[in-house]
Protein backbone atom coordinates (compact mmCIF):
# COMPACT_ATOMS: atom_id res chain seq x y z
CA UNK A 1 0.00 0.00 0.00
CA UNK A 2 1.14 3.52 -0.39
CA UNK A 3 1.55 6.12 3.01
CA UNK A 4 2.11 9.34 3.30
CA UNK A 5 3.74 11.59 5.98
CA UNK A 6 2.89 15.36 5.25
CA UNK A 7 0.92 16.68 2.14
CA UNK A 8 0.19 15.03 -1.14
CA UNK A 9 -1.03 16.42 -4.63
CA UNK A 10 -3.42 13.97 -6.24
CA UNK A 11 -4.40 14.75 -9.67
CA UNK A 12 -6.24 12.67 -12.01
CA UNK A 13 -7.82 9.01 -11.15
CA UNK A 14 -7.00 6.54 -8.39
CA UNK A 15 -7.73 3.17 -10.08
CA UNK A 16 -7.44 -0.12 -8.33
CA UNK A 17 -7.28 1.41 -4.65
CA UNK A 18 -9.38 -0.86 -2.57
CA UNK A 19 -9.09 1.16 0.68
CA UNK A 20 -8.28 5.00 1.57
CA UNK A 21 -7.78 6.00 5.11
CA UNK A 22 -7.16 9.56 5.85
CA UNK A 23 -7.03 12.12 8.30
CA UNK A 24 -7.28 15.87 8.50
CA UNK A 25 -9.71 17.70 6.28
CA UNK A 26 -9.93 17.10 2.47
CA UNK A 27 -8.91 20.35 0.81
CA UNK A 28 -9.41 21.33 -3.08
CA UNK A 29 -11.35 19.19 -4.05
CA UNK A 30 -14.92 19.95 -5.91
CA UNK A 31 -16.62 16.34 -6.60
CA UNK A 32 -15.87 12.91 -5.74
CA UNK A 33 -17.32 10.40 -6.66
CA UNK A 34 -17.25 6.66 -6.10
CA UNK A 35 -18.25 3.68 -8.52
CA UNK A 36 -18.61 0.65 -6.13
CA UNK A 37 -22.28 -0.08 -5.06
CA UNK A 38 -22.80 -1.27 -1.29
CA UNK A 39 -24.56 -4.67 -1.34
CA UNK A 40 -26.13 -4.55 2.36
CA UNK A 41 -26.43 -0.66 3.23
CA UNK A 42 -26.46 -0.27 6.69
CA UNK A 43 -26.58 3.25 8.55
CA UNK A 44 -25.28 3.23 12.16
CA UNK A 45 -26.58 6.12 14.42
CA UNK A 46 -24.72 8.02 16.88
CA UNK A 47 -26.75 6.63 19.20
CA UNK A 48 -25.15 4.13 21.13
CA UNK A 49 -26.68 0.69 19.57
CA UNK A 50 -29.35 1.40 17.12
CA UNK A 51 -28.84 0.41 13.02
CA UNK A 52 -31.22 0.55 10.17
CA UNK A 53 -30.24 -1.39 7.04
CA UNK A 54 -32.09 -3.25 4.12
CA UNK A 55 -32.51 -7.20 4.23
CA UNK A 56 -34.10 -8.36 0.83
CA UNK A 57 -36.88 -6.28 0.45
CA UNK A 58 -37.15 -4.58 3.92
CA UNK A 59 -35.76 -1.84 5.90
CA UNK A 60 -35.07 -2.92 9.72
CA UNK A 61 -34.46 -1.03 12.68
CA UNK A 62 -31.76 -2.93 15.05
CA UNK A 63 -30.56 -2.16 18.47
CA UNK A 64 -27.52 -3.78 19.38
CA UNK A 65 -27.92 -6.02 16.48
CA UNK A 66 -31.21 -7.53 17.53
CA UNK A 67 -34.45 -6.55 15.40
CA UNK A 68 -36.59 -4.44 16.66
CA UNK A 69 -38.62 -2.97 14.19
CA UNK A 70 -39.18 -3.61 9.67
CA UNK A 71 -40.64 -1.64 7.16
CA UNK A 72 -41.98 -4.09 4.40
CA UNK A 73 -41.94 -3.37 0.51
CA UNK A 74 -45.86 -3.50 0.91
CA UNK A 75 -45.99 -0.16 3.47
CA UNK A 76 -46.42 -2.69 6.50
CA UNK A 77 -44.70 -1.87 9.66
CA UNK A 78 -43.83 -4.68 12.11
CA UNK A 79 -42.44 -4.28 15.07
CA UNK A 80 -41.36 -6.72 18.30
CA UNK A 81 -42.89 -4.71 20.74
CA UNK A 82 -46.07 -2.44 21.44
CA UNK A 83 -46.07 0.79 19.03
CA UNK A 84 -47.75 4.26 20.66
CA UNK A 85 -49.12 6.97 18.76
CA UNK A 86 -49.81 10.70 20.00
CA UNK A 87 -51.91 13.13 17.82
Known amino acids: GQSFNGEADV ?7 TSLAM ?6 ATTI ?5 VASPKVIFNAVGWSME ?4 ELQ ?3 NNVLKMRFTSTGSIV ?6 AFG
Open 11 to 17: SGAMTGV
Open 23 to 28: TGALSG
Open 33 to 37: TASIS
Open 54 to 57: QVGT
Open 61 to 63: MKH
Open 79 to 84: ATEEIT
